[in-house]
């Protein structure tokens, strides 16, 4: 059964860059679709990016400012976040679910969740 742990998460001033991982056990990252969502209080959970196989995908919110990648070595999911804003607080959640499954955006998508991490924007 894959597991996985969301890190990276903290208080970051608007502009500002984080690193978001994901370390994945129970199986082999590079097996999975693995994406990143979000959620802010009273909303609901929110695609953000995802990367299967050599593809990635991006909400519309964040391309352009985010960058999805694979530690193949590490099996690890990393989350990059440049030109942050305060729109972009929320808790973080990693997901894994069955390659090509054609849900990629929807948390339906998904058969495991990391823990989550919070990342607060503020100045």
């Known amino acids: 059964q894959v597991q996985l742990v969301a890190s990276g998460g903290g208080l970051v001033q608007p502009g500002g860059s984080l690193r978001l991982s994901c370390a994945v056990s129970?199986?082999?990252?590079?097996?999975?679709?693995m994406g990143w969502f979000r959620q802010a209080p009273e909303n609901e959970r929110e695609f953000v990016a995802a990367i299967d196989g050599g593809p990635t995908y991006y909400s519309d919110s964040v391309k352009g400012r985010f960058s999805v990648s694979r530690d193949n070595g590490k099996n690890t999911v990393i989350l990059h976040m440049d030109n942050l804003t305060p729109e972009d607080q929320a808790v973080y959640y990693c997901a894994a679910g069955p390659s090509r499954s054609g849900s990629i955006y929807y948390t339906s998508g998904y058969g495991a969740w990391g823990q989550g991490t919070q990342v607060t924007v503020s100045s």
């Open positions: 129970g199986g082999r990252v590079r097996g999975y679709a």
